[in-house]
């Protein structure tokens, strides 16, 4: 069965450095996704992305933040320059759309997430 | 805004026993709602959906939920709980309006369910 991959599992940086956490979406899904879980927190919401635009974002995805569909198989979410905050679990997500392959269309396929440690 | 309520942080359950986690949810519009499971240490597991239809929803592992459109609520619900079944439960929602992705899924803030042997 596919499934949306992520790499790294684990990633431990200095504060202010820039990180990019990878994501590998399901072949011919169409939209994509970032969510972030700090420790004992709900899932939020960070940014949607379609037809290689940003389509929507939330508060939380500030100018520090930036995606990427570089290649048109890896999405990628970059932190510019890291804060302690910045640490958190940071899953990416992908669903079909009408138009992106057999249904479940609305389902979004969440990865198995990168956790992120700022020091 | 939409937002998703669980009001139990914790939910504890014999196993055998019948579990319900609880699922408010808030949209202005039609909703699609979700259920996430996460074992420690994993990513989101979607358990069950409902789009439209019957307001019955059943899911992967035994689980099911009712769609209750007049108290806004979506609660998970299984007949017999297993030891197994002890994990993090969220609740999700998203507009229905098309289908443009524009619309990203609001969790709830996750129900620790506990079953006892």
């Known amino acids: 069965e596919p499934e949306v991959t992520q790499t790294p599992s684990h990633q431990v940086t200095q504060m202010g450095q820039e990180v990019i956490l990878r994501c590998v979406p399901i072949s011919n899904h169409l939209y994509f996704y970032w969510y972030r879980q700090i420790l004992g927190q709900k899932v939020e919401f960070l940014v949607s992305?379609?037809?290689?635009?940003?389509?929507?974002k939330s508060e939380i995805f500030d100018d520090q933040f930036s995606v990427e569909r570089p290649d048109g198989s890896n999405f990628t979410l970059k932190i510019r320059s890291t804060k302690l905050e910045d640490s958190a679990m940071y899953f990416c997500?992908?669903?079909?759309?009408?138009?992106?392959?057999?249904?479940?269309?609305?389902?979004?396929?969440f990865g198995p997430g990168t956790r992120l440690t700022v020091l | 805004a939409q937002s998703v309520a669980q009001p139990e942080d914790q939910v504890n359950v014999a196993e055998g026993n019948p579990l319900t986690v609880k699922c408010t949810y808030s949209v202005s519009g039609n909703p699609y709602l979700f259920w996430y499971v996460q074992y420690p240490n994993r990513g989101l597991q979607f358990l069950l959906k409902?789009?439209?239809?019957?307001?019955l929803v059943k899911g992967s592992y035994g689980f099911e939920a009712e769609f209750n459109k007049s108290q806004t609520s979506f609660h998970l619900k299984k007949p017999s709980a297993l030891v197994s079944d002890s994990a993090l439960y969220f609740c999700a929602v998203r507009l229905q309006l098309m289908d443009t992705g524009r619309r990203a899924l609001t969790f709830g803030s996750g129900t620790r369910l506990q079953v006892q042997p």
């Open positions: 997500a992908s669903r079909p759309g009408l138009a992106g392959g057999p249904p479940p269309y609305n389902e979004q396929f």
């Open positions: 992305f379609y037809n290689n635009e940003i389509s929507e």
């Open positions: 409902y789009i439209t239809g019957d307001n």
